[in-house]
């Protein structure tokens, strides 16, 4: 049996350590007993992965030690895998064989690879979501281009991840020079979840570096040279990068807290799931009553609102719904440009990703961080802090101020 620091104190187990469940623990005080399970020992500041392809992020700049994060937190970490939460006993059972019981939970796990069935996609493709995941692409790349002058890649998934993961293998000439690139997507346009501007703007980019675009059909299978779409048609891939979605752990139908007919895990407006009141299912895995994106920043904000509410359930007192902004987004095409939406509205400029890197920054200082634990390349001024926060954080963000700026386009919406 796990054994609690302090038996006296109401416990909570977060199921996951990454923006949600950390962001949870930060706003949870030392009167819980708190532990934050992950099978991995580091954080990981998942919306910069890409930068690694090119080398402008190192590993272990997006990389954090949740021991280290919790401690300083005053609250517990444990490195295991959770294989079921029993919500009718309030017990977590991890696959190490510890059971942890709990007042509240949190599950914040984060999604899984999606492959929507394609045949040798889990062999012959290389997911994109996480540091290791980049670090064993990178390998696979820098062996083929050993080997060969020319590589072909293909990338399955048109939208953020895809587009970003395009624009770091397109950062450098010399590089880029010797890859024949496909980006692949099921649906009509790239990003189809966002404004059309931006699939208009981007596919320029494509015919000034000669990528290759398909559209319209899903991947059917995958080999280790190709990849077979739906309209009979295929695309050659030395290698292949699984950009194309995620999907709710198994674990969430184990445990009862998505059932047939969810696509995610459902919850009130509260975070509470849907199937167990002293249970909050935040970050990807959570689906509120009107779903919203799934974006790092929700996640964050997500977790605070867990934190706030299990306080309040604490005390019985009466919870407080989660009410979600809208709030701009930055999408990084490598060096060659940045994208802000606003709604549908979108900007682009160069000028604009010092905006994500800033994001990177305050986002760590508001999960509790000290400036001690991120990557000394990182380490800038704390009025480069407040000048970017100023400008470009979401709450305070005034768009004629951004379209105001030197290099700055305003993408027109035709329909």
């Known amino acids: ?7 006296n104190r109401q416990r909570v187990v977060i199921v996951g350590g990454n923006f949600a469940g950390l962001s949870a623990a930060s706003k949870l005080s030392r009167r819980f007993d708190v532990t934050v399970i992950d099978p ?48 009718e006993d309030n017990l977590v059972h ?51 281009l050993d080997r060969q002058d020319k590589v072909n890649v293909a990338i399955v998934g048109g939208g953020v991840s895809g587009v970003e993961a395009l624009g770091e293998l397109l950062r450098h000439d010399p590089f880029h020079a010797r890859l024949n690139l496909t980006l692949v997507e099921a649906g009509a346009r790239i990003l189809p979840s966002l404004p059309h501007q931006l699939d208009t703007d981007i596919r320029q980019y494509f015919k000034k570096y000669n990528v290759a675009l398909s559209l319209g059909a899903a991947v059917t299978s995958l080999s280790t040279d190709e990849v077979e779409l739906s309209n009979g048609s295929s695309v050659a891939a030395d290698l292949t990068i699984w950009a194309a979605g995620v999907k709710p752990p198994e674990l969430l139908v184990r445990s009862g807290l998505l059932k047939q007919g969810d696509n995610w895990a459902p919850t009130k407006q509260t975070l509470q799931s849907q199937y167990a009141d002293n249970v909050f299912v935040i970050g990807d895995v ?9 974006q ?31 709030k701009p987004m930055l999408i990084a095409f490598g060096a060659i440009d940045t994208y802000l939406v606003v709604g549908n509205t979108v900007v682009a400029g160069k000028v604009l990703a010092a905006a994500k890197e800033g994001i990177f920054q ?24 407040t000048s970017v926060k100023r400008i470009f954080l979401p709450e305070l963000l005034s768009l004629q101020k951004i379209k105001s700026l030197k290099g700055v386009r305003v993408l027109t919406s035709n329909p």
């Open 286 to 294: 959570g689906e509120l009553p009107k779903p919203i994106r799934k």
């Open 362 to 385: 305050l986002s760590m200082f508001r999960l509790g961080l000290p400036l001690g634990f991120i990557d000394t390349q990182f380490n800038t001024s704390l009025r480069f802090f």
């Open 296 to 326: 790092a920043y929700f996640a964050i904000e997500m977790g605070e609102s867990a934190a706030r509410n299990i306080q309040l359930l604490a005390r019985s007192r009466p919870l407080k719904c989660f009410k979600p902004v809208n």
């Open 94 to 144: 991890t696959q190490a064989g510890i059971q942890l019981p709990y007042d509240y939970c949190v599950v914040a796990t984060g999604g899984e690879r999606q492959t929507y069935g394609a045949a040798g996609a889990e062999e012959n493709s290389f997911p994109f979501l996480a540091v290791h995941h980049i670090r064993a692409i990178k390998k696979r790349l820098s062996t083929l």
């Open 40 to 87: 991995l020992q580091n954080f990981e500041w998942t919306p910069n992965i890409h930068e690694i392809l090119s080398g402008v992020k190192s590993e272990n700049g997006l990389l954090l030690s949740r021991s280290k994060i919790l401690q300083r937190l005053g609250h517990q970490f444990l490195q295991d895998s959770v294989s079921n939460i029993s919500i």
């Open 1 to 7: 049996m796990w054994q609690f620091v302090h038996r």
